[in-house]
């Protein structure tokens, strides 16, 4: 007792540090528990981004939108384009793994294998946000939450106008399928909606199915082969804007009308897509919103918090006819 009462100077100094340090170190370990893996302390949140690619005019909106609510939001954003590779996009995971980001957020280009990069993201206490597109993981705990479009229902809403369009229809209804990327979820699940829909009614037919890569110029390709391999073919589903623009220059040059001879039916909204649709080329779309950059910044925020936010967010979106896309095409931002 009395020695402790008469510790000298430096060892009295050295007990204030070591306190010092343990109220730190367990601090730290409280910290780590809400969120984020970054060591920095300035109070602005990193987030890390891995971006599918440049593939659409879709993606181009989406990208600016994420940039745009990222400066306003205050978050300072690293961004990648994997360029439709998701090798690209596991290396830009890791990447943000190392430099302790402290939210990584990313579209998947495809929906299959991400569990290993994911639970490294977990160990490494990072929060993962899954915008625009979905994984398949089993384990729902290595990502905080998805935020984006149904694509099921979109597909089925594509389908069930051509239902309507169609039900007088006495013969077969020859239908074309533009596919998006092998692989995707929007094109594993715009396929499946839209084949549920056109079940109603046994004439309509898809008689050909392929990947056109969600491009335009792989739109224009398949759409080719499509046309010479298929003497009669009524209507075309494409699972993105890009893809209808692209099968329309193989049409107009096989010498058939767009929107009279074939019925084209897309998905997305974007102005090029609306242009057409308003210009009769186009006769449907089912609606993708690409602006989701104000609603992930602020998920970033409250997962950084520690608050809960669902594990489930999706985008309100509608349908456009000729009519109503003359209507909106001056308001369209993107
Ligand atoms: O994941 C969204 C889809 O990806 C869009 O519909 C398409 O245009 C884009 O490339």
Request: hydrophobic letters at 40%; charged letters at 25%.
């Amino acid at each position: 007792m009395g020695k402790m009462r008469t510790q000298s100077a430096p060892w009295r100094a050295a007990a204030v540090l070591a306190s010092v340090l343990l109220v730190g170190g367990v601090a730290a370990c409280g910290n780590s528990d809400t969120g984020g893996g970054g060591t920095k302390d300035d109070g602005k949140i990193t987030m890390g981004f891995s971006q599918v690619g440049a593939e659409s005019g879709w993606r181009t909106a989406n990208t600016i939108s994420i940039k745009e609510a990222a400066t306003a939001a205050g978050i300072e954003l690293k961004f990648d384009d994997a360029q439709q590779k998701q090798e690209n996009q596991i290396k830009a995971i890791r990447n943000y793994i190392q430099q302790k980001v402290d939210v990584i957020a990313f579209s998947p280009v495809v929906e299959s294998g991400w569990d290993t990069v994911l639970k490294e993201a977990k160990d490494a206490n990072i929060p993962v946000i899954l915008t625009d597109r979905s994984v398949d993981s089993a384990d729902k705990s290595l990502y905080k939450t998805f935020l984006g479009s149904d694509f099921v229902k979109e597909g089925k809403l594509a389908g069930e106008w051509l239902v309507e369009q169609k039900k007088t229809a006495s013969g077969p209804v020859n239908i074309v399928e533009l596919q998006g990327s092998t692989g995707a979820a929007p094109a594993n699940d715009r396929k499946k909606g839209f084949a549920e829909a056109i079940a109603a009614n046994p004439n309509l037919k898809v008689i050909a199915s392929q990947t056109g890569d969600f491009t335009r110029a792989g739109g224009k390709q398949v759409m080719e082969q499509f046309l010479k391999a298929n003497p009669k073919i009524d209507v075309l589903f494409a699972h993105n804007d890009d893809m209808g623009l692209g099968a329309l220059e193989a049409i107009t040059a096989a010498g058939k009308v767009p929107g009279k001879d074939i019925t084209i039916i897309t998905i997305d909204a974007v102005k090029d897509g609306m242009q057409a649709l308003a210009d009769g080329k186009f006769n449907f779309i089912a609606e993708c919103s690409p602006l989701l950059g104000p609603q992930l910044m602020d998920l970033a925020k409250k997962v950084k918090a520690g608050e809960e936010v669902p594990a489930r967010i999706e985008t309100q979106e509608t349908t456009f006819t000729t009519e109503q896309a003359k209507e909106a095409l001056p308001n369209r931002k993107y």
